[in-house]
C-alpha cells in the first residue's frame, strides 16, 4: 500500500495493519472514515470490531492545497514530537497516544480520542462558559515549554527548517504581496482594499521580515509550531491536542503570541483571557515584546492572507483587528 485514503479497501488496511503489528491477527477492520478536514496530510479513522484508530499520511505536497509542495517527512518529525512529550506525564494526559510509525510509507499509527470537534467554533458563536477548556490549552503550552530536554534530545531533534520555511512564506512573505493573486473581496467585499495599506507599510514589513528570521532560527523550548484553535480536539474527556506537524526547537513566545492571536479574533471576553493567561506565569526570560509583536502578526497573515479562517467579523471589525495588529507588529 502505497496511498492511503477513504476508499482504501477495509482488506488492505486490514492487512497492512496486521503486517506492520498494529493490531491483533483476530482484529477486523470494517470501515474507513474521514474523521475531519485534514489541511497537510491524509487523516483517515479505521474502524474495527472493537475499537478504533487514526492513520496519517503525509505526501510530497499540501493535502488542502496539492499545488503546493510540501517535505513528505513532515509526518516522521510529529512522531518524534510525540515520543519527546510522552515522557511527560501532564502533557501526555492531552495527547494521542503513539501505535506505531512506518518510515517506508510515511504512516502513523494514532489512538483514536474518540468522536468530536476541533475548536474552530469558538470564531462563530460565544462561548463564554469554555472557560475551563480555556485554561487548559494554556496550561498544556505552559507545560511544553517548561519541559526541559537533554542536549542530546534537542541536537538530535529535527530543524523541521523545510516545512517552516514553507510556512514561512504564509507567514512572512504571501500576505504582503501586492499582487499574490487571492482576491481578498471573495472572502469580504472591501477587505482587498483595507489590506493594501498594509501591504504598502514598509515599517510594518521591515518588522515583519525581522520576526521572520526569528521564525527561521532556533531557541531551547520544544513548540507545538501552530497553536490555535484547529489544532484543538473537544472530546468526550475534554480538552486535546493534535497535530504538531510544525514542530521544532524554538522561542516559546512563537507559539504563546500565536495562541492569543486566536482569543482575540475568537473575540473571547477579555477577563477570560486574562484568567487563562494566568496558567502560563512568564518569568524574566520570556519576551513579552516579542510575543505581542507575534500575536500582531498572527492575526495580520490570518485576515489578508491565504489561511483563512471562519470568522463572523464585519468589515469594520476586521479593519479593528488589522490596526491593533498593526501597532503591535510594530511597537
Known amino acids: 500500500m502505497t496511498e492511503l485514503n477513504v476508499h482504501t479497501l477495509p482488506q488492505t488496511i486490514e492487512l497492512y495493519l496486521k503486517e506492520q503489528q498494529w493490531i491483533t491477527p483476530e482484529d477486523k477492520v470494517l470501515t474507513l472514515e474521514k474523521p475531519g478536514e485534514g489541511n497537510m496530510n491524509v487523516v483517515v479513522r479505521v474502524q474495527l470490531e472493537e ?13 488542502k492545497y496539492p499545488q503546493i509542495p510540501a517535505p513528505i517527512e513532515r509526518v516522521a518529525i510529529e512522531s518524534q514530537f510525540y515520543d519527546l512529550a510522552s515522557d511527560n506525564d501532564m502533557l501526555d494526559t492531552f495527547l494521542p ?12 499509527a494514532l489512538e483514536d480520542l474518540g468522536a468530536g470537534a476541533d475548536y474552530t467554533f469558538l470564531y462563530q458563536k460565544d462561548e463564554s462558559g469554555a472557560l475551563p477548556e480555556i485554561e487548559a490549552a494554556v496550561k498544556f503550552l505552559y507545560a511544553l515549554h517548561q519541559t526541559r530536554f537533554s542536549e542530546k534530545e534537542m541536537r538530535s531533534f529535527p530543524d523541521n527548517l523545510a516545512l ?25 467585499e472591501g477587505l482587498q482594499a483595507v489590506a493594501m ?44 491536542v493534535i497535530d ?79 490596526a491593533e495588529a498593526a501597532q503591535l507588529v510594530k511597537s
Do not use: C
Not at 475499537?51 to 493535502?63: A, E, H, N, T, Y
Open 51 to 63: 475499537g478504533s484508530l487514526i492513520l496519517k499520511q503525509s505526501r510530497p505536497f499540501v493535502q
Open 97 to 108: 497516544g503513539v501505535i506505531g510509525y512506518d518510515d517506508e510509507h510515511y504512516i502513523f
Open 164 to 188: 517552516r520555511k514553507l510556512n514561512h512564506e504564509h507567514l512572512f512573505v504571501y500576505p504582503y504581496l501586492l499582487d499574490n493573486g487571492f482576491d481578498l473581496d471573495t472572502v469580504q
Open 197 to 240: 495599506a498594509y501591504k504598502k507599510d514598509e515599517a510594518l514589513k521591515k518588522e515583519i521580515d525581522q520576526l521572520g528570521a526569528i521564525y527561521l532560527g532556533s531557541g531551547s523550548a520544544l513548540l507545538h509550531g501552530d497553536y490555535y484553535p484547529g489544532s484543538w480536539l473537544r472530546v468526550k474527556n475534554g480538552f486535546r
Open 244 to 322: 504538531p506537524e510544525f514542530t521544532f526547537f524554538g522561542p516559546p513566545e512563537y507559539d504563546y503570541g500565536v495562541m492569543v492571536a486566536h482569543f482575540k479574533m475568537a473575540r473571547l471576553p477579555e477577563t477570560m483571557v486574562r484568567t487563562a493567561l494566568e496558567q502560563y506565569p512568564s518569568g524574566s526570560d520570556f519576551d513579552a515584546e516579542l510575543a505581542r509583536k507575534i500575536t500582531g502578526m498572527e492575526i495580520l497573515r490570518r485576515i489578508i492572507g491565504l489561511a483563512q479562517l471562519p470568522l463572523e467579523l464585519s468589515l469594520e471589525e476586521r479593519k479593528a483587528l488589522l
